[in-house]
């Protein structure tokens, strides 16, 4: 597959994931508290898929690693919302069916499989083993959030989430670096404000939006979270 199509399907799919990221801050800072918005986890159920073809044309097991482990907590996420089943069943059975469709094609494909990914010459195993690693501590945060959420009866994001983001953050930013990933490189680079920043907010930091005094420019940030869903 073309180079620059590859990097176009990434792009696009961090553009997705960033998106997720910034309608959470921005609900999150309007509120002054830490919210799990629908909007979120949609984006994040498409993203996902995408990241996850990404990751099989870059033949980089690290990626797909770390999207097929948190992919249906975003559909638990989902359900919890309420969410799950506003969407139409051709989408639902479409989103629930294609990770298994993918998995499948990876055992039992030639060009692109589990083996040849994993034989990639352009990643050495120390690297291989890092952004594994990196991959699952990024990951785990989605598997602490489904815990939290289940035991709250309701999506939420607790603080542990971002501080695992954060820390998963920084080994993938720097395994970035060394794979030359531009995707994974801006995506992280650009992310790791927004954990911090609501990190910052679940310690009562103000929001940056208090600060902003002109009436017009308050009011288009209160319709835009409250379009937000």
Known sequence: ?????????????????????????????????????????????????????????????????????????????????????????????????????????????????FESILKNQEVSSFLLIWGSVGQVIFTFRFIYQWISSEKEKESVLPLGFWIISTIGSLMIFSYSIFRLDPILFLAHILGLFMYIRNILIYFGKRSLFSNIKIPVIQTLMRVISNKLH
Do not use: C
């Open 1 to 113: 597959m073309n180079s620059y199509l590859i990097f176009a399907l990434g792009l696009l799919a961090q553009i997705l994931f960033f998106g997720r990221t910034i309608a959470q801050w921005f609900k999150s800072e309007h509120a002054g508290k830490v919210i799990s918005p629908v909007i979120f986890w949609q984006l994040s159920l498409v993203a996902s898929l995408l990241m996850l073809l990404y990751g099989i044309f870059r033949k980089d097991f690290s990626i797909i690693l770390g999207q097929m482990l948190v992919y249906y907590i975003y559909v638990r996420n989902l359900q919890l919302k309420r969410a799950w089943k506003i969407i139409p069943l051709i989408l639902r059975l479409f989103f629930l069916i294609a990770p298994i469709g993918i998995f499948a094609w990876l055992i039992n494909g030639e060009h692109y499989s």
